[in-house]
């Protein structure tokens, strides 16, 4: 899982090198699953849920409050392989000019400036939904696509899960040969701020509501 808080830490010298070695981490992690989903996506689902959780037991920057990483145990669905995707984006409408860039919902008092870049349908077993892409317009840039589902506020957490922050290099990669997005619901993620409210987190859009419960993924409960 990437370490998806926006606003927490001290600032300090040894927060700062802590932070860089979570994000190497979890550069190298998916590095590792993309190559290793290449031949057998529940292979590189086992390795991706091991190690993530434990960098959240035992790293530094786990967003797991200090006192519980000794016991975290992470949750999540079974495994289903319907949920892969390879989803084609398809351009959004150029925005008006110089308008203002997309503020989404956050967890915090913080906000972060997104540009919506575009759509992608998905063809799930209940039939196809839609969700918007964005581009974070500030930061160290990357695609974002947050969602919410049926499942948020019973096993998963309310405001919603992270399909692909490519920003924190949560990013499956690409088909080579289309250029379409490999998105994966087995991969997808708690928010940072499920875990402890110090984290300000951006959150799903009311376009990026699924009306469908999406039972793959990290859980809560």
């Known amino acids: 899982m ?36 290449a031949t057998d996506p529940a292979i590189a689902l086992a390795h991706w849920r091991a190690v993530r959780e434990r960098l959240y037991r035992e790293h530094p920057q786990s967003p797991v409050p200090a006192a519980e990483r000794a016991a975290f145990e992470a949750r999540h669905f079974e495994h289903d392989p319907r949920l892969r995707f390879r989803a084609v984006v398809q351009k959004a409408p150029d ?14 008092p913080d906000t972060l400036s997104f540009r919506r870049v575009g759509v ?5 077993p209940g039939g196809e939904r839609a969700l918007s892409v964005f581009w974070l317009a500030g930061y ?54 499920a875990f402890d409210p110090r984290w300000a987190c951006p959150l799903a ?16 409960i």
Not at 95 to 108: E, I, K
Not at 120 to 124: E, G, I, S, T, Y
Not at 140 to 163: H, K, Q
């Open 2 to 37: 990437v370490h998806t808080g926006w606003t927490a830490g001290d600032g300090s010298l040894d927060d700062r090198l802590s932070l860089a070695d979570w994000r190497r981490r979890m550069a190298a992690l998916y590095v590792e699953v993309r190559a290793m989903a």
């Open 95 to 108: 925005p008006v000019p110089d308008a203002p860039a997309l503020a989404l919902p956050n967890s915090g």
């Open 120 to 124: 992608v349908h998905l063809p799930f």
């Open 140 to 193: 160290a840039g990357g695609l974002f696509i947050p969602f919410r589902d049926a499942t948020n506020g019973t096993s998963t957490y309310g405001a919603g899960r992270y399909l692909m922050d490519a920003a924190k290099s949560a990013d499956l990669g690409v088909d080579e040969r289309t250029g379409a997005l490999i998105l994966d619901f087995n991969f997808s993620t708690q928010p940072s701020c």
């Open 205 to 220: 859009p009311p376009e990026n509501r699924l009306d469908i419960e999406i039972r793959a993924g990290e859980r809560l």
